[in-house]
């Protein structure tokens, strides 16, 4: 089972191709609907042609909410971006990219929508004009698919394509330590608390006891459900909601983790391995206050270069960022930084310690 993600520019049309695929519309809030524009994130799900089910997560394109997109491409296996064909490459098509390549994320298909609403000759102008904007990314290699949503020229050529790119796509391992980010959190009458997120590691099954980091609440599992079916157990990679018992929706934000109890622990200080995007306007100073963007969770910290005094534009470096908050990170786990004021993406890398014993000292 894998997680497909959405991401380009606003109005390309990624809601709308979304629902030609699945049926479903992932704008689920009225607002959506009616500014027919996806704010949130929203969810959706199709079974390819070789029976695999796949979740979808649909992320924003609008510069405004791009922090709710990086809550959503967080967890994915893979990505769907979308490129309308009578506009190309667009501010924020360029600014998911460079998030898609400090996540690591190296599966993909472009889709070029909207296909019907040009000519062959501007489609190839197009598909040049993406293959340069993708060819320093991870992406660089990801096959090109002409749609259109409306007449449905190209769906399914575009279906068989996500299903070859998925199936190179690393399946998640278990380790055995259940972790759920949690994008969600919502109460359902008749149930009560529910919450929703990818099962990134570990499996979860009906009767477990879990712990909520960082609060560090303790709740019990009553119903497990993918895609909508009741499940007796969640396995790694699936998009999971899970109905609580023991805690209230309102005590569950975004970016808090569902865990076994006692397996993980949430920390105010991180050891980071940091990419500065060459394209950022500036570089990074000791002690500037940042956003850090972890699974579902954006956390406001300071960072703390270790070895110099300023990394510029292109250049990579050790820092360490003292939280205000508290979140859940592993070893390994990628991460992006924005700078809050104002608001842009500079650039991302890896978890290099979750846990480190003392606050370094610069030299």
């Known amino acids: 089972m894998h997680v497909l993600g959405t991401a380009g520019h606003v109005d390309h049309g990624k809601s709308t191709l979304v629902q030609a695929l699945t049926g479903m519309n992932p704008d689920r809030l009225r607002e959506e609907q009616e500014r027919q524009m996806t704010i949130d994130l929203g969810f959706a799900w199709m079974t390819l042609p070789g029976g695999e089910p796949v979740g979808i997560v649909d992320v924003p394109g ?3 909410f791009i922090e709710n997109m990086l809550a959503g491409v967080g967890g994915i296996d893979a ?3 979308v490129v309308a064909a009578d506009e190309g490459v667009m501010p924020q098509t360029r600014e998911h990219l460079a998030i898609l390549d400090l996540l690591g994320i190296r599966q993909g298909v472009i889709a070029l929508a909207k296909m019907d609403l040009v000519n062959r000759e501007w489609l190839e102008l197009v598909t040049e004009d993406v293959r ?3 060819s320093a990314t991870t992406l660089a290699e990801a096959p090109l698919v002409p749609v259109s949503a409306t007449t449905g020229e190209g769906l399914r050529e575009l279906i068989l394509e996500l299903e070859r790119v998925l199936g190179r796509a690393e399946k998640r391992q278990s380790y055995g330590r259940p972790r759920l980010p949690v994008d969600r959190s919502f109460t359902i009458s008749g149930f009560g608390t529910v919450v929703t997120g990818t099962l990134t590691d570990g499996e979860f099954s009906v009767g477990d006891e879990v712990e909520i980091l960082p609060a560090r609440r303790k709740a019990r599992i009553r119903g497990l459900q993918t895609h909508r079916k009741d499940v007796r157990i969640a396995v790694p990679g699936s998009r999971v909601a899970i109905n609580l018992s023991g805690v209230r929706a309102a005590d569950i934000r975004r970016g808090d983790v569902l865990v076994a109890p006692g397996t993980y622990r949430a920390t105010s200080m991180l050891d980071l391995r940091l990419r500065l995007l060459s394209d950022a306007d500036q570089g990074l100073e000791h002690n500037r ?9 954006q956390r406001i910290g300071r960072v703390r270069l270790l070895g110099v005094e300023r990394l510029r534009p292109g250049e990579e470096g050790w820092i360490q960022v003292m939280l205000k908050e508290p979140l859940v990170a592993c070893r390994g786990d990628h991460f992006v930084l924005r700078r809050p004021s104002p608001p842009a993406t500079i650039g991302g890398g890896v978890v290099a310690d979750p ?5 370094h000292r610069r030299r």
């Open 62 to 64: 609008h510069r405004d």
């Open 79 to 81: 990505v769907l971006l």
């Open 289 to 297: 206050e940042v956003k850090i963007f972890l699974g579902a969770a």
């Open 132 to 134: 340069a904007a993708i």
């Open 355 to 359: 846990h480190p014993i003392r606050r």
